[in-house]
Every structure is written in structure tokens, then in C-alpha cells.
């Protein structure tokens, strides 16, 4: 079975654009959560999701928004870009419950110049 | 608010060795989780090892093991038998158990080296 997969690996951005980051997580994992990784610090929680409906948000301006669709697949989306934005994206996958593992992916690097 | 600290940011271990990474943590409540994780230079977090606040026994998986001391909100990762693949830079991660959220908590990160 394929693990969690993010698109794309890398991308670099200019401030005041857009990005798009994808996730399609384990299937039959129905619940997807993003992570920022900023360089040498430990992943901050952004969002959850599962069944299509946001379950959880970390401590994020609204310029960070997402969305899951009806195959449990996810995008982050990140309006008017900061250089502090640069970071590793993580997304992790799990069956919803309590007693579940979040499965990560390798993440998406994005450079904001 | 829960928060979770890592107060070593680097530490080495001759391979063969044993070496204790350390994690604290703060919170109210009374049932949680707890993780280690491992993330190596190719990025993907992985899963260690995990224990569940409600049981007294400390988790075991192989060569990795926890020191889990509830009052004391410290929860330690053991490595026994350092191999070269452990390289990498290890996370304790805290979930709360109230709620259907899978909100992970996580500290700053040790650095592992391996020395040969």
C-alpha cells in the first residue's frame, strides 16, 4: 500500500503569492492533519480534517486555509506569502478514533524569496 | 494549554552504546498519549514508540524503550544497542485523549549522532 504522499516535494515562492500543497493520505485513512516544520524546531499543528469538515485548528493566521474532498484527499492553501512561512509542510494521515497512528508524509519544502 | 519540552538539542552515542534522550511535558488533564518520533535527514516523521497515560507499564519496542514517570510529567526515550540508522532527530509528541482530535503536541527536537 502506498504511505501518505505530498505534492510537490519542493517549491519556491515570492512574497505576496499563493501555494497550493496537496495530501493524499493511506487509504481508508479518513482524517488528515497539516503541520508546519519550521528549520530545527518541532512540527506546530495548523489543521484537521476528516469526513470533509474541519475538526481542529492550530494557532494560524486566516491566510492558511484547507480542504478535504470526498476521496479524503487534502490541500493547504497559504494566501500572500511571508518569508516566515518557509518551512517543511507535513501531512499525516490516520483512521479516525482515539486510539489511531498518524501515518506522516515526506512533506513539501516551501522557500518563500 | 499543554506544552512539551526537549532540553537537549544535541546529544551523541558511541554505536553499541545506550543513550537516554530526555522529555518533559505540562498539562492538566488526566488521560493522554504520549510519542516518540524519529525524522531522519529524508524528512518522513516515523513512529517509535507511544504509551498511553493510563498504563502504569512502560512501552517497549525492541531496542527503544520509555522511562514514564506520570507525576513527575517526564517521559524518556532509551535507546539500547545504538545502531547507525538511529541518526537522526527524535520528537516527543503529546495527544490529549478528550476530544476527537488528532492534534499532536510536539517539543523542540534532539539531534541524534551515532559515532562508529
Known sequence: DAGVTQSPTHLIKTRGQHVTLRCSPISGHKSVSWYQQVLGQGPQFIFQYYEKEERGRGNFPDRFSARQFPNYSSELNVNALLLGDSALYLCASSLVGMNTEAFFGQGTRLTVV | ?116
Open chain 2, 1 to 116: 494549554a499543554q506544552t512539551v519540552t526537549q532540553s537537549q538539542p544535541e546529544m551523541s552515542v558511541q554505536e553499541a552504546e545506550t543513550v537516554t534522550l530526555s522529555c518533559t511535558y505540562d498539562t492538566s488533564e488526566s488521560d493522554y498519549y504520549l510519542f516518540w518520533y524519529k525524522q531522519p535527514p529524508s524528512r518522513q516523521m516515523i513512529l517509535v514508540i507511544r504509551q498511553e497515560a493510563y498504563k502504569q507499564q512502560n512501552a517497549t519496542e525492541n531496542r527503544f524503550s520509555v522511562n514514564f514517570q506520570k507525576a513527575a510529567k517526564s517521559f524518556s526515550l532509551k535507546i539500547s544497542d545504538s545502531q547507525l540508522g538511529d541518526a537522526a532527530m527524535y520528537f516527543c509528541a503529546y495527544r490529549s485523549y478528550s476530544g476527537n482530535t488528532g492534534k499532536l503536541i510536539f517539543g523542540q527536537g534532539t539531534t541524534l549522532q551515532v559515532k562508529p
